[in-house]
């Protein structure tokens, strides 16, 4: 792609319940004015966890928590390399101890080499957390 492109990448959850899970990554291109492009398949198979954390870095598309089975939080860490600036691999998981706590739903920012995940449910969709957690990349 053209240097200077900019990419949308609208990651997987589920689609019309918490339990109706979907894997699908799609993405589509920024145009000039903000328009977006049509979406199209990423080539990947997301974490299929709706509400999980997720960023970008170092060409890792990394997804932290989400709600899994019985929609409950989840601990799991995962992360899928880009091939092109349109294609990802499959997701990969990122091992114990990337998420210390099950959450989903947090917020996720990064400063310097840190990500940190902030608040968030911890079982249930109405069980709030009051901690955050960092982590390096």
Do not use: C
């Amino acid at each position: 792609s053209p240097a200077g492109s900019t990419y949308l990448y609208v990651a997987s959850g589920s689609t019309t319940s918490i339990t109706n899970l979907d894997g699908n990554i799609d993405v589509g291109l920024v145009q000039a004015g903000g328009q977006l492009a049509a979406f199209t398949a990423a080539g990947s198979t997301g974490a299929k966890r709706p509400g999980y954390g997720s960023t970008l870095v170092n060409n890792q598309l990394m997804a932290f928590g989400g709600f899994g089975g019985g929609g409950n939080a989840s601990n799991n860490s995962d992360t899928a390399t880009l091939k092109t600036s349109t294609t990802l691999n499959n997701f990969n998981a990122l091992g114990s101890g990337a998420l210390l706590q099950p959450r989903a739903l947090q917020g996720t920012a990064i400063e310097s080499a840190f990500i940190y995940q902030l608040g968030g449910a911890s079982a249930g969709v109405n069980t709030a957390q009051v901690s955050t957690e960092q982590s390096i990349w």
